[in-house]
């Protein structure tokens, strides 16, 4: 029995964590996204974007990083929130043919006391859908349409930052974990979801030339953002070195 009063023993046949994916070099996942009964603390995301909740987690965030620029404060606060977001999405989604039930609508999140999330809450497992062979925008399809795209206006209207960078911010993480994720990277997968301008439906891809990987003059090969994420405005976080868009930045 936990604190709380909660009993944590696991239920016959349930998985001690939300997927078995979430191991070894994943295992942080298991901190990051959970049934939304063990976030005891988390609030449906509906409520907490279409409340002052947000806005407060804005402004305790920039208190406690001395941000004085919203739009640097809010993109950074992204960059936590898509990273525990997307990341065990896609690795779920990799290695166990897992799809987690990322839909905005019935998901929570809870904040730790800097202000930033923490961590997200889902109704269930989710399913394993019959074709695991599917291409990229197929595989990202409940992500994007269900979830990333209504945080993104959420995060313009309340948070100042444009759309392009919201998807810039996103797009990190997913590429990152399409290439690490499995034993076998997903390096065609990731270049397809950044080198298409238009998605399988003719809408406009939002992922479009987001990461550009280029070569470097001693041959290695570096990924660079296309927009810059601005947490070089925020006193004391490291640059984010040769993945900056800003030349400037990269050596800093």
């Known amino acids: 029995m936990a604190p709380d009063g ?55 965030y920039a208190e406690t990083s001395g941000g004085t620029d919203r739009r640097a404060v809010a993109s950074m606060w992204s960059l936590y929130y898509f990273s525990y977001l997307t990341i065990p999405y896609v690795v779920a989604r990799v290695l166990e043919n897992q799809v987690l039930p ?40 409940p992500l994007m349409e269900a979830h990333l795209s209504k945080v993104v206006a959420h995060l313009k209207s309340s948070g100042g930052i444009s759309p392009k960078l919201s998807w810039n911010n996103a797009a990190v993480y997913i590429d990152h974990a399409l290439r690490t994720a499995g034993a076998a990277p997903l390096a065609d997968q990731a270049d397809s979801m950044i080198a298409l301008r238009l998605m399988p439906d003719g809408t406009p891809n939002p992922f479009f030339d987001c990461l550009r990987y280029e070569e470097e003059e001693d041959g290695a090969r ?31």
């Open 222 to 252: 570096v990924c660079r953002r296309k927009i810059c994420c601005l947490r070089y405005l925020l006193p004391g976080v490291p640059s984010c070195g040769s993945l900056c868009a800003l030349p400037s930045q990269r050596k800093q």
């Open 6 to 60: 909660h009993d944590r023993t696991p239920q016959a046949g349930r998985p001690p964590g939300l997927s078995a994916a979430f191991a070894g070099p994943h295992a942080w996942c298991n901190e990051k996204m959970v049934l939304s009964e063990d976030l005891s603390d988390g609030m449906p995301l509906p409520e907490f974007f279409g409340s002052a909740a947000f806005d407060l987690a804005i402004s305790t």
């Open 102 to 141: 990322v839909d905005f609508e019935e998901m929570t999140v809870a904040l730790s006391a800097d202000g930033l999330p923490r961590g997200f809450g889902v109704a269930t497992s989710g399913d394993r859908p019959i074709d695991s062979g599917e291409e990229i925008f197929a595989l990202l399809a």
